[in-house]
């Protein structure tokens, strides 16, 4: 019985997890301070806003590349649609959510009317969205926002970065969901065996075009929050955070064929991430040399986890 | 196809045609594609087919070709690789330093294709036998290779590389050298996909491991040769890539991978494995380049670029998925 609890995928990570935080507090006595920790907590709302959703995409068996893409159309659209066409800015921020929701709609449409492989659909419109958002802006950034809509990327409420308590919330909304309600239930089914979830009568295809939605307005408000912590629009926004969401999201337990995962173990990977990222960095190891250990970590948790899985069984 | 012709009724040139076109339908329809887009931009703007941009099209992107042939067979098996353009990029400056360095010039072309090989014979190994989903893997391997290749290069350019070491930029009867890489890997790779038991044993694979294992193919050994082949390829290409100018820079161009796939599954290769040949692939990368220079000589920004392909990719894609409806 013990070795249920101990072989779990997610109790590996909990204690890496340690493991990290305390050798980062050993290396760097500037990482256990408020400031850094929450300092921290900004830098992984953008990846852990994308991961939450993917995690839902990863689980029915299917995977997103496309997020990243999404971010930046999402992202020249508020900046174009409030500079050039003059629109007020929180409508801005609600068409470009929309934007967003739409890119993913059009995913899940192609990939429930086609039954093309996620994997290159998302390529495809990987290619066509972020083309967009570059046709689009001729590459040219957007710049000067009101002060007020900095306070969502940059300010604090109750001395917390404002991004982290959406964050929070929208992390517990989607566990609550995944664990606890009937649409969780249907999208382990989905990814654990399709062709009886159908047979079973669920919405399958209703639940998938939901799921890339979702994960398309999600990728958006990551696009929002990310514009006013860098107080700037540009095309290239967000290129390459799909690999970060989906490696949080592996190295959380899902498993990348479908049916298994958890919430938990989502935000345990974008923790675990994060933490090695600033340990290392404040350690004085460069930028590149923080993702060579991040590679390393992923291949070599899935592998213990794999081999765990075999002694459990 | 695979009856002899002594016994086979003589068939009509126009039904045989369309048995080729049923079965060759993607590279077909990507040939077809391709001279359409050369012939309606050559009318709007006849500098288009100038020897210089004849040259620029067919040689400047033949890496990708070449690294798209090992993408065509890992595809086939069922597996990806979202590490070669990294991969491309390391072995680019593997090569550059070696040559900078005073080695000989065939250890500075060699060491990058073994180097390959060994990396993606780890991948496949651990794809095989541990086990792990290859986009997992690669994901990984993404990470440790563009964190390696800053650390070491430091991101400075390499630069006063030794003439001789340029093999890209050498010429045989006036054409240049990647033109030849790119068509004589392709005829060789197709061929011994067609014809070598080796060969024809990654589509036996990629259709049903299960069936494949009963008539004595083993897949996991399988999967680790065409790996290291694979590898062999993107060792190629990015020897090719690193001699096309003066100098190797310390990036590769930004989702140079999505494109070698890209040119792989819009030639052909059906993602689910089992189907497509290397022929397609290769016409699909020179496609590629036909499009992004046509944009240039149609005077549209080429911001707009990556739009026109992702349509594309969209488009092929949804077409092989409605013919498969149809046909099944």
Not at chain 1, 65 to 80: C, D, N, Q, Y
Not at chain 2, 7 to 27: D, I, K, M, T
Request: with cysteine.
């Amino acid at each position: 019985m013990l070795s249920r609890y101990v072989f779990r995928h997610e109790t590996i990570l909990a204690l890496l997890l340690v493991l990290a935080l305390a050798l980062s507090a050993n290396l760097s006595d500037r990482f256990f301070t408020v400031d850094n920790l929450l300092n921290q907590g900004r830098m992984l709302t953008e990846v852990g806003i994308i991961a939450i959703a993917m995690t839902f995409v990863i689980i029915t068996g299917g995977i997103d590349l496309s997020v990243g893409s999404v971010l930046g159309l999402s992202a020249i659209t508020l900046g174009v649609v409030w500079k050039t066409l003059g629109v007020p800015l929180p409508l801005a921020m609600v068409v470009a959510v929309l934007v967003g929701a739409l890119c993913g709609a059009v995913n899940g449409l192609i990939i429930v009317k086609s039954r093309m492989p996620p994997m290159i659909a998302t390529l495809g419109t990987l290619a066509l969205y972020r083309g967009l958002a570059e046709g689009i802006s001729q590459a040219r950034s957007v710049r000067g926002y009101p002060d007020w809509f900095y306070v969502l990327g940059q300010g604090e409420v109750l001395g917390v970065p404002t991004q982290l308590w959406i964050f929070g919330a929208l992390a517990i909304v989607a566990a609550v969901i995944l664990g606890y309600q009937t649409f969780g239930r249907v999208t382990y089914a989905i990814g654990a065996n399709e062709t009886a979830a159908r047979f079973s009568g669920l919405a399958v295809d209703r639940s998938k075009i939901l799921i890339y939605t979702a994960s398309g307005a999600m990728a958006a408000l990551a696009a929002v929050t990310f514009v006013s912590r860098v107080s700037t629009t540009r095309s290239d926004m967000g290129m390459g955070i799909e690999m970060d969401a989906i490696s949080a999201v592996v190295l959380g337990g899902t498993s990348i064929f479908g049916g298994r995962g958890t919430m938990i173990g989502t935000l345990l990977g974008i923790l675990l991430i994060q933490t090695m990222k600033n340990g290392l960095t404040l350690a004085g190891v460069k930028g590149d040399g923080t993702i060579i250990v991040i590679g390393s970590i992923l291949i070599l948790t899935i592998l213990i986890s794999n081999i765990a899985n075999r002694v459990r069984d | 196809m695979s009856h002899s012709p002594t016994l086979a009724p003589q068939p009509s040139p126009a039904a045989a045609f369309l048995r080729f076109v049923r079965a060759y339908g993607q590279e077909t329809a990507v040939l077809v594609a391709l001279l359409v887009i050369v012939v309606a931009v050559s009318l709007i703007n006849p500098n288009y087919l100038g020897p210089t941009n004849i040259n620029n099209i067919v040689a400047g992107n033949a890496y990708v070709a070449v690294a798209a042939i090992g993408m065509t067979m890992i595809i086939l098996l069922g597996h990806i690789d979202v590490a070669v353009g990294a991969l491309i990029g390391v072995l680019a400056s593997i090569a550059g330093t070696l040559a900078v360095n005073g080695y000989p010039i065939w250890i500075a072309w060699l060491v990058p294709i073994l180097v390959g090989v060994c990396v993606e014979a780890i991948i496949g190994v651990l794809v095989a036998y541990a086990r792990i989903p290859a986009i997992v893997v690669t994901l990984g391997i993404v990470s440790i290779l563009k964190g390696g290749l800053i650390t070491v290069t430091q991101g400075v350019w390499i630069s006063n590389l030794p003439p001789d070491f340029l093999i890209a930029q050498f010429r045989l009867f006036g054409i240049p050298s990647p033109v030849y890489f790119m068509v004589g890997l392709t005829i060789a790779a197709g061929l011994w996909m067609r014809y070598a038991p080796f060969g024809r044993a990654i589509y036996a694979v990629g259709g049903n491991v299960e069936a494949a294992r009963t008539v004595g193919i083993r897949p996991e050994r399988l999967t680790v040769g065409v790996f290291a082949l694979h590898g062999m390829f993107a060792g190629i290409a990015a020897v090719l890539f690193g001699t096309q100018l003066q100098v190797i820079q310390s990036t590769v161009p930004n989702n140079l991978e999505l494109t070698i796939i890209t040119a792989s599954v819009i030639g052909g290769v059906s993602i689910v494995g089992g189907r497509g040949t290397v022929f397609g692939s290769t016409l699909a990368a020179i496609f590629f380049s036909a499009v992004s220079s046509a944009l240039v000589f149609l005077n549209i920004s080429a911001y707009w670029l990556r739009a026109v392909l992702g349509l594309l990719i969209l488009a092929t894609v949804l077409a092989d998925a409605m013919r498969r409806r149809q046909f099944h």
